[in-house]
């Protein structure tokens, strides 16, 4: 089953804009990670916060996360056309690392 | 960096014939490794956790008789859809592990688009 959900679903903006997207999730977590995926294609990692940290920054992007509020959230600054993708949150919960996805918010930058 | 192929990228095949799907690891070693599925404008959702040298756990609602997965090696995972039917054409997604030295990291593959006819 799906850990998290994703607001919004979709989002679309123009070159320059900042895109915010919201992840929450139902249960404690070790961790949590987003990543971006292409129309038809693999997923690529962008950014993993830990429990206890609260933010964490990657070049354009900035990552919240409250666990008071079981929720994180990923900024994305000066969007680009290229940054058109899925973005998925994924937490995880066990000492395996398995992966519990986020429904996913489609971005949509126009030039 | 980490690279993960998967192999074929897309296969179009008979309902009642199996298809096997194979994940590599190309530069680093992976104990375990990950199978998911996503349909069309859908999350990925995990079907099975493979790790190298032992069997796989499957997820709830996941038919292990069906989707057999075998990791042999540890840059190697196989997925095999056995008497696959129409319902099974989806995106099937593999990922490779990395943790420890302070990271914890699935490397996904590229994906392999399956269509049972």
């Known amino acids: 089953s799906q850990q998290g959900e994703e607001d919004p679903q979709a989002l679309s903006i123009q070159e320059g804009e900042n895109a915010t997207m919201n992840c929450s999730y139902k249960?404690?977590?070790?961790?949590l990670q987003w990543y971006r995926q292409n129309s038809g294609r693999g997923l690529v990692h962008l950014i993993l916060?830990?429990?206890?940290?609260r933010e964490k920054h990657s070049g354009r992007l900035r990552v919240t996360l409250d666990t008071s509020k079981k929720s994180s959230s990923l900024l994305i600054t000066a969007s680009r056309a290229a940054d058109t993708a899925s973005y998925f949150c994924?937490?995880?919960?066990?000492?395996?690392?398995?992966?519990?996805f986020g429904a996913g918010t489609q971005v949509v930058v126009t030039p | 960096g980490a690279v993960v192929s998967q192999h074929p990228s897309r296969v179009i095949c008979k309902s009642g014939t199996s298809v096997k799907i194979e994940c590599r690891s190309l530069d680093f070693q992976a104990t375990t490794m990950f199978w998911y599925r996503q349909f069309p404008k859908q999350s990925l959702m995990l079907m099975a956790t493979s790790n190298e040298g032992s069997k796989a756990t499957y997820e709830q609602g996941v038919e292990k008789d069906k989707f057999l997965i075998n990791h042999a090696s540890l840059t190697l995972s196989t997925l095999t859809v056995t008497s696959a039917h129409p319902e099974d054409s989806s995106f099937y997604i593999c990922?490779?592990?990395?943790?420890?030295?302070?990271?914890?990291?699935?490397?996904f593959g590229p994906g392999t688009r399956l269509t049972v006819l």
């Open positions: 990922s490779a592990r990395v943790s420890g030295g302070g990271t914890d990291t699935q490397y």
């Open positions: 249960t404690s977590i070790n961790n």
């Open positions: 916060i830990r429990s206890n940290e």
């Open positions: 994924a937490s995880t919960t066990d000492s395996w690392g398995k992966l519990q």
